[in-house]
């Protein structure tokens, strides 16, 4: 998937509204933040092979570190000790950890089988790339539920922060369309180098999300705690 992991970050602003949106995006994207990182450096593999599946032309033929669900767990363990180090916040330490493994759940949705669940362990998939229509209407159901979610619990404090929201979630769209319906990368080194893009949308996502602020109660008080740590 690709909207889908947004969506979960999103929504989990809701669970966590103490964290920052970037740190959000970054723990259920960090699969996919890693990835590009492990492919440049040789350790994982990918074959491009054109109408491979109707939603994506990749064959992943290796990479047990980023996107293995146990590898993804012990990840996630340590991104929750370092938020808890650095923030001492219990809750929102483990919510952020948790993110992590979403990563494989949604992906073990979309993809065949191609997901491990441990480093040269059997691979499983439920094969939602085989089909163009289901995939696009599920990666924006679980989107514009997380874009709702989000709404629902935050307000922008000015005008930066609607701006830089819409902008980051019209930008993330047109992404995902132009993926789906545009050629596919003429090879896995400049598909490495294009993913490292997704890099800039963590600190996008922490610009947005400073700009905003938790909606009020009924009672006049925030709903949540202070945001933006």
């Keep these: 998937m690709f909207l889908g992991h947004f969506g979960v970050a999103l929504a989990a602003k809701k669970a966590a509204p103490k964290a920052s949106l970037g740190t959000l995006v970054f723990a259920a994207q960090f699969a996919d933040l890693l990835w590009p990182l492990l492919l440049l450096a040789g350790f994982e593999r990918v074959n491009i092979v054109p109408g491979l599946l109707a939603a994506s ?96 619990c935050t307000r922008a404090k000015d005008r930066t922060g609607n701006l830089a929201l819409w902008s980051l979630l019209g930008l993330l769209a047109v992404l995902y369309v132009g993926s789906e319906f545009g050629p596919p990368p003429p090879n896995v080194k400049i598909l490495a180098e294009s993913a490292l893009a997704i890099w800039l949308i963590v600190p996008w996502a922490a610009w947005a999300d400073r700009h905003r602020e938790p909606r009020m109660t009924e009672g006049g008080t925030g709903s949540h705690g202070r945001v933006g740590h």
């Design 57 to 152: 032309p990749f064959d992943f033929t290796s990479y047990p570190i980023s996107h293995s669900l146990v590898a993804q767990l012990g990840w996630g363990s340590i991104l929750c000790a370092v938020y808890f180090f650095a923030r001492r916040d219990a809750k929102t330490a483990l919510i952020v950890g948790g993110l992590v493994p979403t990563h494989w759940v949604l992906d073990f949705i979309a993809h065949v089988p191609d997901m491990p669940i441990y480093p040269g362990g059997t691979k499983y998939g439920l094969g939602m790339w085989n089909s163009l229509p289901l995939t696009i209407i599920v990666e924006f159901v679980v989107f514009a539920a997380g874009v709702a979610m989000y709404l629902k």
